[in-house]
């Protein structure tokens, strides 16, 4: 008796379906953290200004110090923070870890190696692991894995506009402000415009295009997508002048200090300092 084996293959996507899901993904995860960003929490409640101040100050503690121990206590810092403010351990973790190995380690793993100092290990191909290339391995990616994390608190914790004003305090100039804040709405507006573009192709495609047809769709729809977002500037600065539009922008929610925001400036500036004096 012969049998018969039935390889299955997994259905492969066309370029279509790829980015369609690319771009979906992107806007699920842009909605997802303008959503925390309103929910009840420890930093939600402080004052933009203060998160913005703490946040820098904090960063330069980091940098500055020259302790594994002090480093690796501002990183639990961050995510207590994180947790105090109610956002989801596993997506605040895995946001800073997933996309560190691709940025620090092309840097980490010749650091082990090329460093001079005395020998650790020593592995095949002639190579040899380093106190000192571990040691400065060790720093790079505890300094990257805490800075990350703490100005991730700060963009979950707070919308971006809100971002924006609030960077007033650190005396930014109000065009780089306005540049940030619309390249933002654009990015958006865009993304959600290709959506629909390839969706609405999707819709209408009959079977498989092949692979010079999917190029010249991709390159056709990226043409339209940049006429549009030129058609598109220039109507909305020719409505924000009509709107009185003359360079400044204008916050419709003024911030105001209280108490509690004092207080929390405080704590923040006092841990920094001590963060540093104790990595010296």
Do not use: C
């Amino acid at each position: 008796m012969q049998t018969t084996t039935v390889q299955k293959h997994r259905p492969v996507r066309s370029v279509v379906e790829s980015t369609l899901q690319e771009i979906s993904a992107t806007l699920e995860r842009s909605l997802f953290a303008e959503e925390i960003s309103t929910r009840p929490g420890l930093l939600q409640s402080l004052d933009p200004r203060v998160k913005v101040i703490s946040t820098l100050a904090l960063l330069i503690g980091v940098s500055l110090s020259r302790s594994l121990a002090v480093i690796a206590a501002l990183y639990v810092l961050a995510l207590l923070l994180a947790w105090r403010s109610a956002i989801p351990t596993s997506f605040f973790i895995k946001r800073v870890w997933l996309a560190l190995p691709f940025f620090t380690g092309m840097i980490i793993l010749p650091a082990l190696f090329i460093t001079p100092g005395p020998a650790l290990a020593h592995l095949p191909l002639g190579l040899t692991i380093t106190q000192t290339g571990l040691n400065s391995a060790l720093f790079l990616l505890l300094r990257v894995s805490t800075s990350v994390s703490l100005t991730l608190l700060l963009v979950l914790t707070t919308s971006w506009n809100t971002v924006l004003s609030a960077l007033s305090v650190l005396k930014v100039p109000d065009v780089f402000i306005l540049i940030l804040g619309m390249t933002y709405r654009y990015i958006y507006l865009l993304l959600r415009t290709a959506n629909d573009m390839f969706l609405s192709r999707k819709s209408r495609m009959v079977g498989r295009l092949s692979g010079a047809e999917d190029r010249r769709m991709m390159a056709a729809i990226s043409g339209t997508l940049l006429s549009k977002s030129l058609d598109l500037s220039s109507e909305v600065y020719l409505a924000m002048q009509s709107r009185g539009f003359r360079g400044t922008t204008v916050t419709l929610k003024p911030f105001r200090m209280e108490t509690r925001d004092w207080l929390w400036l405080g704590i923040f500036l006092l841990i920094t300092i001590t963060a540093v004096l104790l990595g010296r």
